[in-house]
């Protein structure tokens, strides 16, 4: 193997998630599973795709190369924007919404609309406000909503057949609908209606900004202002030609945007009805929707020590509390949640215990000791959830009010105790739209889709590479031994195996992974040591599992290393009192866990040379990387930090005011873990590495820290990666990107 051989490979398969199908929506009926998916490993352009269940057989839905004629794609700021949010890595239909019956499906491309009927496969372009950010179909399948220019705006659609060659198009190349109109339009020159604020999409989780009634005539629409909101500017120093970008940041402890809910006729004819609720105690809009039972919502006050699920009139804007939740530190987003089952049942979660549980209707129903990680589907009654009780995994748990909480992956161990509604304890049973046995017996982090019975799951372990994906069909249960359907993957498979070895260390426990050289054999010489860590709040890197992280671990391992990633207090999967451990002290209890997790896997593993260790991260890692060196220099003797937050008030107010409160209140809190604060005392060898695009953790954090060390007459050496943003993607620079660090490491590690 050549050195840079799995560097280049990563880059160019996007971290293996070109050719890997993705986005699944099951039909109602189970029998058909809409997908995304490119065409090989190495092709960055997604098609949509469709999968008949009771054949296997595959169709191509839409192929962007071919409605694009070969046209280069183009991409409004707000488009790249909205893909940076939501992490896409590739391109052409990266993302897509169906009606109820999953016949009609709209997506953008290249700024235009478009919509394809999957029971025949009809594409059609539909005329449209351009540039188009988010179309849905409404539920019937009528008319498509979607934001251009700040307005939400729908268009009916025509019926009939897709155009012939020479019919007569719009303007600008589309078929004609039936009429295009904005039913909510901007009343100010910083207000948008229909798409999420940068707290929402980049801290919470919630990446959309309206929601159809299931009867296709009103929207529950989110107007954004965010004229209070304090303005960053972005400019690149490789172009002086090109003027900065400005956009809204709102830091810690500074005004976030004025975020309000209204309902909006489709028509476009009736005025818009604000919804009442206490935005100034509640000002964070977490999560909303609107279902059989109606609309509703879930909102959060500013310390987020409090959440309510609001129910909401459709006709008045009245709201009503329906459930709420109170932690004297925060409380936690799950994904997915609230929602309703098609009873009306609201499903919220509550930490109950020292677990955080399943809630529905405010009762418990999943057992103490599993942690609840978030809903991924409701069907019917039926609700597919993640849950762990081992921090290196992940299973998906199924709930039906008939026969409780019941593991659908995971270890195969019989019948466990499980928790329902009514009688408490009970075992594993069969009942009405459940499933009984397991999807999978194998251990990893599992998730999964439903529909009309049907069961899309997606699979990685620690033995082999990639996601695979099954259909589990409801005519066949896994009790009758018939092999569910595979969805062809194409993702390329990498160059090296990572040889992690899962541990448990010390009195807490730590989970940790370790990655030594495939050459190397016991009593070889003591190889240096790199800690691979991210140690936050929003990621475990110790799973069961072959993701991205670990072949880059294993790459390190490669070239002499004993690689060492251990997740430590504040990560999830430990449960509430584990997360809360850094609650206004995100340095000093993570800090130590690593310092921790290192003297004890070297108690049991004589190939780490405590004597020669280096640590490196990005993101949150970077900012422990940088904390490393500085506070423990005894300990950590060289350090690659990626991004760092290294002023804690220059990150955003939900996701830093979590963790440490308001800096009004806190300002110890933020002093005690920002690492610019410390840079006098840096006695080892330190790489900064920014993007200086990133408009989530700006550059001014490596700047400021760069000043200050420089100030305090600290060498170091900064890496800046020009129009590169918190994710490095171009294909030369995340590929270069390792080897940068691996010559720097050579060069600071003590031979």
């Given at each position: ?8 490979q990563?880059?160019?398969t ?10 699944v929506?099951v039909?109602?009926?189970g ?5 995304l ?7 960055p352009v ?6 008949d ?5 595959e169709r191509?839905?839409?192929d962007?190369r071919a409605?694009?004629v070969?046209?280069?794609e ?8 909205r893909?940076?949010r939501?992490?896409?890595?590739s391109?052409?239909i ?9 016949e009609l499906?709209?997506f953008?491309?290249s700024?235009r ?6 029971s ?9 406000a351009e540039p ?5 179909p409404d539920?019937a ?6 934001v ?5 705006r729908v ?20 078929v004609?609908?039936g009429?295009?109109?904005a039913?909510?339009?901007?009343d ?8 999420p604020e940068?707290?929402?999409?980049e801290s919470m ?5 309206y929601w159809?009634?299931p009867?296709g005539?009103?929207?529950l629409?989110?107007?954004v202002?965010?004229a ?6 972005l400019?690149d120093p ?6 900065a970008?400005?956009?809204?940041y709102p830091?810690a402890?500074t005004?976030?945007a004025?975020v ?5 006729d489709?028509?476009?004819?009736a005025?818009l009805?604000?919804?009442a ?6 000002e964070y ?5 609107w279902d059989?039972?109606g ?6 006050a500013r310390d987020?020590?409090?959440v309510q699920?609001?129910g909401?009139?459709p006709?008045?804007g ?8 109170r ?5 936690e987003l799950?994904?997915?949640l609230?929602?309703?089952d098609?009873a ?7 930490d109950?215990g ?6 529905a209707?405010g009762?418990?129903?999943?057992p ?13 009654r039926?609700?597919?959830?993640a ?11 199924s709930?039906?009010?008939d ?9 195969d161990?019989g019948?466990?105790p499980?928790t329902?509604p009514?009688t ?10 459940s499933g009984?046995?397991l999807?999978s017996?194998?251990?990893g982090?599992?998730s999964?889709?439903r ?8 699979s990685?372990a620690?033995?082999r ?11 066949a249960?896994?009790s009758s031994g018939?092999?569910?359907?595979e969805?062809v ?6 160059v ?17 992974a370790l990655?030594?050289?495939?050459w190397h ?7 240096p040591?790199l ?7 929003a990621l475990?890197?110790?799973t ?17 290393f004993?690689?060492?990633a251990i997740d ?6 430990r ?5 809360r451990e850094?609650h206004?002290d995100l340095?000093g209890?993570?800090?130590?866990d ?6 004890e896997?070297?108690?049991r593993?004589?190939?780490?040379d405590?004597?020669r260790?280096a640590i490196?991260?990005?993101?949150f ?8 060196v500085?506070?423990?220099p005894?300990v950590?003797h060289?350090?690659i ?7 804690q008030?220059?990150?955003?107010t ?6 440490l ?8 809190a933020y002093?005690?873990?920002s690492?610019?604060?410390?840079a ?7 790489l900064?590495?920014?993007g200086?695009?990133?408009?989530n953790?700006?550059p001014a ?5 760069s000043a200050?060390l420089?100030?305090?007459?600290k ?15 171009e ?7 390792l ?8 060069r600071a590690?003590?031979?």
């Amino acid at each position: 193997m050549s050195g840079p051989s799995l560097p280049r490979q990563l880059a160019r398969t996007r971290r293996f998630t070109l050719g890997a199908p993705g986005k699944v929506t099951v039909s109602p009926d189970g029998a058909t599973v809409v997908f995304l998916r490119s065409r090989a490993g190495d092709d960055p352009v997604s098609c949509l795709w469709a999968l008949d269940v009771a054949t296997g057989r595959e169709r191509l839905l839409a192929d962007p190369r071919a409605l694009l004629v070969g046209a280069d794609e183009r991409l409004s700021p707000e488009e790249l924007t909205r893909r940076q949010r939501a992490g896409e890595l590739s391109s052409g239909i990266v993302a897509y919404a169906a009606d109820a019956a999953v016949e009609l499906v709209a997506f953008a491309l290249s700024g235009r609309l478009w919509t394809v009927r999957v029971s025949n496969g009809e594409v059609r372009p539909v005329a449209a406000a351009e540039p188009v950010l988010d179309p849905r179909p409404d539920p019937a399948g009528r008319r498509v909503a979607y934001v251009s220019g700040g307005a939400l705006r729908v268009v009916t659609l025509e019926r009939g057949e897709a155009p012939e060659s020479g019919d007569a198009l719009d303007g600008g190349g589309a078929v004609a609908g039936g009429g295009d109109r904005a039913v909510a339009v901007p009343d100010g020159p910083e207000v948008t209606f229909g798409l999420p604020e940068h707290v929402a999409s980049e801290s919470m989780g919630r990446h959309r900004g309206y929601w159809w009634s299931p009867d296709g005539t009103r929207l529950l629409v989110a107007r954004v202002d965010t004229a209070p909101v304090r303005r960053w500017h972005l400019a690149d120093p490789a172009e002086p030609s090109r003027p900065a970008v400005s956009f809204p940041y709102p830091s810690a402890g500074t005004a976030n945007a004025e975020v309000s809910l209204w309902i909006a006729d489709a028509e476009g004819e009736a005025a818009l009805t604000p919804v009442a609720w206490d935005a100034k105690g509640f000002e964070y809009l977490t999560e909303a929707g609107w279902d059989a039972a109606g609309p509703y919502a879930s909102v959060q006050a500013r310390d987020q020590r409090h959440v309510q699920v609001l129910g909401l009139d459709p006709d008045t804007g009245a709201t009503r509390v329906l459930a709420e939740q109170r932690d004297d530190a925060w409380v936690e987003l799950l994904p997915g949640l609230p929602v309703r089952d098609s009873a009306g049942a609201l499903f919220t979660c509550g930490d109950i215990g020292g677990t955080r549980r399943l809630l529905a209707d405010g009762v418990p129903v999943t057992p103490p000791g599993l942690q609840l990680l978030g809903v991924l589907s409701v069907d019917g009654r039926t609700v597919l959830f993640a849950a762990t009780d081992e921090p290196t995994r992940t299973d998906v748990w199924s709930y039906h009010p008939d026969t409780g909480a019941r593991p659908l992956t995971g270890p195969d161990t019989g019948a466990r105790p499980l928790t329902g509604p009514d009688t408490g304890e009970h075992p594993l049973a069969a009942g009405p739209d459940s499933g009984a046995g397991l999807l999978s017996a194998e251990p990893g982090v599992h998730s999964a889709v439903r529909g009309g019975g049907t069961t899309v799951l997606f699979s990685r372990a620690l033995g082999r590479p990639g996601t695979r994906v099954t259909v589990h069909a409801a005519s066949a249960p896994p009790s009758s031994g018939s092999a569910p359907v595979e969805i062809v993957s194409y993702a390329q498979r990498p160059v090296l195996e990572p040889r992690a070895e899962l541990l448990t260390l010390g009195p807490r426990e730590l989970r940790a992974a370790l990655f030594l050289p495939s050459w190397h054999r016991p009593g070889d010489a003591p190889l240096p040591v790199l800690m691979d860590p991210y140690g936050g709040p929003a990621l475990r890197k110790v799973t069961a599992e072959q993701a991205w992280w670990t072949y880059v671990s294993q790459w390190f391992a490669e070239q002499g290393f004993a690689v060492l990633a251990i997740d430590g207090r504040g990560t999830p999967g430990r449960g509430p009192a584990w997360e809360r451990e850094i609650h206004l002290d995100l340095a000093g209890p993570v800090l130590d866990d690593q310092v921790e997790g290192l003297r004890e896997a070297a108690a049991r593993r004589p190939a780490l040379d405590l004597s020669r260790v280096a640590i490196r991260g990005w993101s949150f890692g970077g900012f422990l990387a940088a904390l490393a060196v500085l506070r423990r220099p005894d300990v950590f003797h060289a350090g690659i930090a990626g991004a760092p937050v290294t002023d804690q008030r220059l990150y955003d107010t939900h996701w830093r005011e979590r963790h440490l409160g308001h800096p009004d209140e806190h300002p110890e809190a933020y002093d005690r873990c920002s690492p610019v604060l410390e840079a006098a005392s840096l006695a080892r060898p330190l790489l900064l590495i920014h993007g200086l695009a990133d408009d989530n953790v700006a550059p001014a954090h490596t700047l400021r820290m760069s000043a200050a060390l420089l100030a305090a007459g600290k060498p170091h050496e900064v890496l800046p990666l020009p129009g590169t943003t918190h994710l490095p993607a171009e294909e030369s620079v995340a590929e270069n990107l390792l080897l940068h660090q691996l010559g720097f490491l050579r060069r600071a590690l003590p031979s």
